[in-house]
Structures are given as structure tokens and as C-alpha cells.
Nanobody
Framework: QVQLVESGGGLVQAGGSLRLSCAAS????????MNWHRQAPGKGRELVAT???????NYAVSVKGRFTISRDNAKNTVYLQMNSLKPEDTGVYYC?????????WGQGTQVTVSS
């Protein structure tokens, strides 16, 4: 069982920046693919960014060039740097770890971008 705890959400004006963190428990963090998802009010959950155990990254088209996902295996933490935020980035952001058939989720952190 892996516990994931997100932090760093908050209220920011459009054009601003936030950095989300997700701290994982356990000693196998480095083997997990880590994802950030978000869920806007009244919408389904959307995959925003992925970083593999090898460090390869992938982004949703809507955030490419504005968001950066990174990981620090020594700290068991994955980050999401969000720049040039837009009101449509508003939502609850969830951290997710995946390895084979293992799939764990955090409780989420709220990001609100005001216009």
C-alpha cells in the first residue's frame, strides 16, 4: 500500500504560478510511474501529466508548455510546476502512482484560478 499526500494548491490569479507536491510513502517510489490528474467542477477526471520511472514525461495538450512534471526519488516526491495558469485550470488535482496492477491515489488538492 502506498499513501500519497498532495500539497501546494490554492487560489491564484490568471497568469500566476503554483507548484504542487505529492509525497509518497514506502521505499519503492522510484519504480512507479507517477501521474497528475485533475477534475474540474462538473467534469470527469483528466490526465494532465505523466513521468515514468525512467524520467520520460508526457502532457495533455491543454497544459503542454505551461506545466512541468518532475520527480525526486530521494525525497519520494513528484512535483507539478504550473505556470501561466488559466481559469480553466481550476479543479482538484490528484496524484496517482502506477506499477503493473498497482494503482494508488491521493486525496487531491484544490487549485482555483481567478480571472
Amino acid at each position: 500500500q502506498v499513501q500519497l499526500v498532495e500539497s501546494g494548491g490554492g487560489l491564484v490569479q490568471a497568469g500566476g504560478s503554483l507548484r504542487l507536491s505529492c509525497a509518497a510513502s514506502g521505499n519503492a517510489f522510484s519504480i512507479y510511474t507517477m501521474n497528475w490528474h485533475r477534475q474540474a467542477p462538473g467534469k470527469g477526471r483528466e490526465l494532465v501529466a505523466t513521468i515514468t520511472s525512467g524520467g520520460s514525461t508526457n502532457y495533455a495538450v491543454s497544459v503542454k508548455g505551461r506545466f512541468t512534471i518532475s520527480r525526486d526519488n530521494a525525497k519520494n516526491t513528484v512535483y507539478l510546476q504550473m505556470n501561466s495558469l488559466k481559469p480553466e485550470d481550476t479543479g482538484v488535482y490528484y496524484c496517482n502512482s502506477v506499477y503493473r496492477n498497482l494503482n494508488f491515489w491521493g486525496q487531491g488538492t484544490q487549485v482555483t484560478v481567478s480571472s
